[in-house]
């Protein structure tokens, strides 16, 4: 556990730190997320994408939970996480991050700020058509295409 | 919009827990049976992955990783784990939390391998009980649509036989057996052909036959568009090779029990 700890928690920790804004808060997030699968391994599916890309997904999901002051909303057994990319290696993330980065840049900003508002802040889309006064169904499809714009630099 | 389509419209939501109460539920039930919607949240959330990515910040404290190590030394040894008991000194030189790290890995392997080998066995159980089901089918059937099988009609004594026919048609299928027996013998240019009536519209054409010496033929299976209401059937005679549009006059109708 303390390989897998020392080869991704600063994943889990960076991405509990920027939803949470508190390093107090992203520490019993980041402890949460590692002694879960520690308690269970299985809900890890081996086969189907890398332990970076999961944990990543389990650490910002349990990071909104614990923003929103609500109870986690799902297993970790039902979290299955196609592999995109590997995380293992810092230089694989830099590269990354680096792409992630400028397909950020160059989406229209109501779509970049309807995924990250959904993404980092946790809100509904109802909440987010609220916010922005937009339609709905607007918000729906623009973070829908923003997800898919992202899996679209990566794609071979 | 389909309802598919909408499902598929929610899937981001849902993958980024920004679906509401109701509607997560009812997504949740519709992924137990959607495979392709399954697949898709899988790619939703390697997408997530992907996004966490421009989350760069400063590494966890030192006092987080003795802590987790502390946490996990407290926690309940889980049988797994406990069954693999080394000797003293590989504890002692591979120092425990290695030996730990490497036990997870192993036990992630082999929860994947048990499903696999799971998988394959109930696989093959579900073909063994279709290749039975099949041969039962079959027996019933033969009977029925084997061209050497007799038919025999039965008419109340002193009856001279009539032309007879059956049509069995299951609508959601669209499948469809029909029988004729002692139909009268046709010119060879000739041939009668059945019509599916449904409740509303034109007549479907639903196969061409032609009887045998006995009087006696079948249609099985014609292709026949699934989940029309039949309110009967009808033959026909049309030329060799059948007719798009009934040609009257109908020699034989029935309208469903």
């Given at each position: 556990?303390?390989?897998?700890?020392?080869?991704?928690?600063?994943?889990?920790?960076?991405?509990?730190?920027?939803?949470?804004?508190?390093?107090?808060?992203?520490?019993?997030?980041l402890?949460?997320?590692?002694?879960?699968?520690?308690?269970?391994?299985?809900?890890?599916?081996?086969?189907?994408?890398?332990?970076?890309?999961?944990?990543?997904?389990?650490?910002?999901?349990?990071?909104i939970?614990?923003?929103?002051?609500?109870?986690?909303?799902?297993?970790?057994?039902?979290?299955?996480?196609?592999a995109?990319?590997?995380?293992?290696?810092?230089?694989?993330?830099?590269?990354?991050?680096?792409?992630?980065?400028?397909?950020?840049?160059?989406?229209a900003p109501?779509q970049?700020?309807?995924?990250?508002?959904?993404?980092?802040?946790?809100?509904?889309?109802?909440?987010?058509?609220?916010?922005?006064?937009?339609?709905?169904g607007?918000?729906?499809?623009?973070?829908?295409?923003?997800?898919?714009?992202?899996?679209?630099?990566?794609?071979? | 919009?389909?309802?598919?389509?909408?499902?598929?419209?929610?899937?981001?939501?849902?993958?980024?827990?920004?679906?509401?109460?109701?509607?997560?539920?009812?997504?949740?039930?519709?992924?137990?049976?959607?495979?392709?919607?399954?697949?898709?949240?899988?790619?939703?959330?390697?997408?997530?992955?992907?996004?966490?990515?421009?989350?760069?910040?400063?590494?966890?404290?030192?006092?987080?990783?003795q802590?987790?190590?502390?946490?996990?030394?407290?926690?309940?040894?889980?049988?797994?784990?406990?069954?693999?008991?080394?000797?003293?000194?590989?504890?002692g030189?591979?120092?425990?939390?290695?030996?730990?790290?490497?036990?997870?890995?192993?036990?992630?392997?082999?929860?994947?391998?048990?499903?696999?080998?799971?998988?394959?066995?109930?696989?093959?159980?579900?073909?063994?009980?279709?290749?039975?089901?099949?041969?039962?089918?079959?027996?019933?059937?033969?009977?029925?649509?084997?061209?050497?099988?007799?038919?025999?009609?039965?008419?109340?004594?002193?009856?001279?036989?009539?032309?007879?026919?059956?049509a069995?048609?299951?609508?959601?299928?669209?499948?469809?057996?029909?029988?004729?027996?002692?139909?009268?013998?046709?010119?060879?240019?000739?041939?009668?052909?059945?019509?599916?009536?449904?409740?509303?519209?034109?007549?479907?054409?639903?196969?061409?036959?032609?009887?045998?010496?006995?009087?006696?033929?079948?249609?099985?299976?014609?292709?026949?568009?699934?989940?029309?209401?039949?309110?009967?059937?009808?033959?026909?005679?049309?030329?060799?090779?059948?007719?798009d549009?009934?040609?009257?006059?109908?020699?034989?109708?029935?309208?469903?029990?």
């Open positions: 556990m303390a390989e897998l700890y020392d080869r991704y928690s600063s994943v889990v920790y960076a991405v509990a730190l920027r939803v949470l804004g508190d390093t107090g808060a992203a520490e019993d997030v402890q949460e997320v590692f002694l879960q699968l520690w308690r269970k391994p299985s809900a890890f599916d081996a086969a189907r994408g890398s332990l970076g890309n999961w944990l990543a997904v389990i650490a910002r999901n349990r990071a939970d614990s923003l929103r002051k609500r109870r986690p909303e799902t297993d970790i057994d039902d979290v299955v996480v196609s995109s990319c590997d995380m293992a290696s810092d230089a694989d993330r830099a590269r990354a991050a680096e792409k992630v980065r400028g397909v950020m840049g160059n989406m109501a970049r700020s309807a995924l990250e508002m959904a993404y980092w802040e946790g809100l509904t889309h109802s909440e987010i058509a609220d916010k922005t006064g937009e339609p709905l607007t918000i729906k499809t623009r973070i829908r295409a923003g997800l898919i714009a992202l899996r679209k630099a990566f794609q071979v | 919009m389909t309802e598919h389509e909408q499902f598929a419209d929610d899937l981001a939501l849902y993958a980024l827990n920004a679906l509401p109460g109701e509607d997560r539920a009812r997504m949740k039930d519709h992924l137990e049976t959607c495979a392709s919607c399954r697949r898709e949240l899988e790619h939703l959330r390697g997408d997530m992955a992907l996004l966490t990515l421009s989350a760069n910040g400063p590494r966890a404290p030192q006092r987080s990783r802590r987790l190590l502390d946490a996990i030394a407290q926690e309940p040894r889980t049988p797994r784990l406990a069954s693999a008991s080394p000797s003293r000194s590989w504890w030189v591979l120092g425990w939390t290695a030996a730990v790290a490497a036990l997870v890995f192993a036990v992630v392997l082999w929860q994947q391998n048990s499903a696999l080998k799971q998988t394959l066995a109930s696989a093959n159980s579900r073909a063994a009980e279709s290749a039975r089901e099949m041969e039962a089918l079959r027996k019933v059937a033969a009977p029925i649509i084997e061209p050497d099988a007799q038919r025999i009609t039965l008419v109340a004594v002193k009856t001279p036989p009539q032309p007879q026919g059956k069995f048609y299951l609508r959601n299928r669209g499948s469809l057996v029909f029988l004729a027996n002692n139909m009268p013998p046709l010119p060879p240019q000739k041939t009668y052909e059945l019509w599916l009536l449904p409740t509303q519209g034109t007549p479907i054409p639903a196969g061409v036959f032609k009887p045998d010496a006995h009087g006696s033929a079948s249609v099985v299976n014609p292709p026949l568009p699934a989940g029309t209401q039949a309110k009967g059937f009808a033959i026909t005679v049309e030329n060799q090779g059948g007719s549009t009934p040609t009257m006059p109908i020699v034989m109708m029935g309208a469903g029990e």
